[in-house]
Structures are given as structure tokens and as C-alpha cells.
């Protein structure tokens, strides 16, 4: 009774199709389409282990998290699971630990949606950026959890269609029918030392970098608390993670690694993206890449502030925060 309390008083709102959005795509940030090239660049073709390996371990988190959600649904998520089975200090420390990570990414995702915004308009300076872009999610979050879910329905849409769109085209060049774009098939996996170049240990610390793009599956477990079926959401959000991870993460690297060779020096300094589109000379690539990035970025920002809100709520409502 106390759960079904919790999640009344936060009022609901969010739709079967807010929470199914946000499970596919809503925590798809900049770092997949930039910060794939630094794990690239380290453990060469092999890190598609890396996000293979990663993305086994978010699947089994998923999975034990989906059955505790289903059977008792609540916007502290693991946090209160973890105080009911290990101990109020595991609750209150995870949660506040949990608070404490999505409260540091919310500057740091304003200052790249910021950077890009000031290469349009240099007169506005950066940090003024950044205020209002915090400052007009903070008050959209404010007004409605609804809010929060339309913003993310239509931010996740649009990552949507660009990864896919972007699977697409590298599919056409890998097979030989890109116009204009001499490349050899897949057989960059391997024509620059090897499948695995650096050896099985850059594949495990490469693992430190693909592990912070999978950091956000566990939100919908967190937003589906304020559906109106959060069992059905959560089994559903649950069962896609296979299909999510293969999709827009193994088969788009898969698309960087066989067209760009692991060790060139643009995967570091303009992206992995980026440098697929470079290569197929793709019309206006810096601009499509900033654009993407700038939704995702806002996108996480508007996650960010969602789940720092209710974490807070939900250690308050235990008595462990003010």
C-alpha cells in the first residue's frame, strides 16, 4: 500500500507510448556517436566485444531488475531494493550515489549542447547557453511528468531514425553499391593487424568507455512506476534490450570498424560518426552530426534531471533526505 501511495502522489502521466520510446532510445546519448571512437582507437575491430561484453552485463541487470520492478514498482527503483534486502545504509548509499552521478551530468551535458548552440550563434556567449537550456528543462519537468515524456518521445524518435538511417547508408558501402566510394567489403576487421591488435586487455578497459554508453537502460524501470501499467512496460522494456543492444549499438560500431580503419587519427578528433560520413562524403556531415548530437545530449540532460528528481523524492519519502 505504502508503493501504490508513493506513486499516486506523484500523479502519473506518462504514456505507453512515453515509456516504450524511452526504452528503446531515450538513454542513447553523445557518447555512442563520439566517444565510440576513443574505444575504437583502443581495442581496434575487437570492440565489439567491448559493447558485446558490456551489453551482456546491462542485459542480466536488466532482466533482475525488470522481475523486482514488475513485482513491486517504484521511482527509488534499486535503491529501495536494495534498503529492503541488504539494509537501509545500501539504500541510502546507492541512491545518493545514483543522485549524485545524474546531478554531475546535467552541466556536462548542457556545456556540449552549449558548445554546439555557440558555433551557430558566437555572439551568445557558452555558459548563458547552458543556463537556459537547464533552466527550460528544469521548468518543463516542473510543470508535468507528461512533459518530460513528450520531450523524449520525439528526442528518442529522432535517434532513432538517424542510427538507422546511418546503419543503412554503411550497409550499402560495406556490400559495394555507395556510389563514387571505393571500400574493401569488411575486410578492415583485420587488415591492420589483426581482429584483435592490441590484445584481449585493451578489449576489457575499452569496456570502461562502452559501459558509459549503456549507463540510463535502468530509467524506464524508474518512469514506468508513474504509467498507468508499469508491469507491462517494464516486461516490455525488459524483453527489447536484446534487439536495443544488437541494433544500435553492435551493428552501427560494426559499420564504423568496416569502413574506417581502427587506428585513423579522425575517430579520436572528429568521432566515429563523423568519420563515416566523412568518408562517404556525405553533404553538410558536421552539420547532421551536431544536430544529432544536440538532441541526444539534450535528451540525456532532460533523463538527467527526470531521474535526479525522483531519486531525491524517493530518499526523502524514506526519511533519508530532506
Not at 558566437?122 to 537547464?134: M, Y
Request: proline share 4%; hydrophobic share 55%; with cysteine.
Amino acid at each position: 500500500m505504502g508503493q501504490i501511495a508513493e506513486t499516486n502522489s506523484l500523479g502519473g502521466g506518462l504514456k505507453s507510448r512515453h515509456v516504450t520510446m524511452l526504452s528503446i532510445a531515450g538513454v542513447i546519448g553523445a557518447s555512442l556517436f563520439v566517444g565510440s571512437g576513443v574505444a575504437i582507437s583502443q581495442a581496434g575491430p575487437a570492440v565489439l566485444l567491448s559493447y558485446l561484453f558490456a551489453g551482456l552485463l546491462v542485459l542480466l541487470i536488466m532482466r533482475m531488475l525488470g522481475e523486482m520492478a514488475v513485482a513491486s514498482p517504484d521511482t527509488g527503483s534499486f535503491s529501495t531494493y536494495a534498503e529492503r534486502s541488504i539494509g537501509k545504509w545500501a539504500g541510502y548509499t546507492i541512491g545518493w550515489l545514483y543522485w549524485w552521478f545524474w546531478v554531475l551530468v546535467i552541466p556536462l551535458e548542457a556545456n556540449i549542447a552549449a558548445i554546439i548552440l555557440n558555433s551557430w550563434l558566437p555572439v551568445v556567449p557558452i555558459w548563458l547557453f547552458s543556463l537556459l537550456i537547464t533552466v527550460a528543462l528544469t521548468g518543463s519537468n516542473l510543470l508535468s511528468v507528461k512533459n518530460y515524456g513528450e520531450f523524449e518521445f520525439w528526442l528518442a524518435l529522432c535517434k532513432v531514425i538517424a542510427i538507422l538511417a546511418f546503419i543503412v547508408v554503411g550497409t550499402i558501402a560495406i556490400t559495394g553499391f555507395y556510389p563514387h566510394v571505393q571500400v574493401s567489403g569488411v575486410s578492415r576487421l583485420w587488415d591492420h593487424g589483426g581482429f584483435m591488435p592490441n590484445g584481449f586487455g585493451a578489449v576489457i578497459s575499452a569496456m570502461l568507455i562502452t559501459m558509459f554508453s549503456f549507463m540510463g537502460a535502468e530509467i524506464v524501470t524508474i518512469a514506468a512506476a508513474e504509467s498507468d501499467t508499469p508491469d507491462k512496460h517494464i516486461v516490455r522494456a525488459t524483453n527489447s534490450v536484446i534487439w536495443r543492444i544488437a541494433i544500435f549499438y553492435l551493428c552501427s560500431i560494426f559499420v564504423v570498424v568496416a569502413l574506417v580503419p581502427w587506428n585513423a587519427p579522425e575517430l579520436k578528433t572528429v568521432g566515429s560518426y563523423s568519420s563515416v560520413l566523412q568518408l562517404l562524403h556525405i553533404p553538410h556531415a558536421k552539420l547532421i552530426m551536431d544536430c544529432v548530437i544536440l538532441l541526444s545530449v539534450t535528451s540525456c540532460l532532460n533523463s538527467a534531471l527526470y531521474t535526479a528528481s525522483r531519486m531525491l523524492y524517493s530518499l526523502s519519502h524514506r526519511g533519508d533526505a530532506p
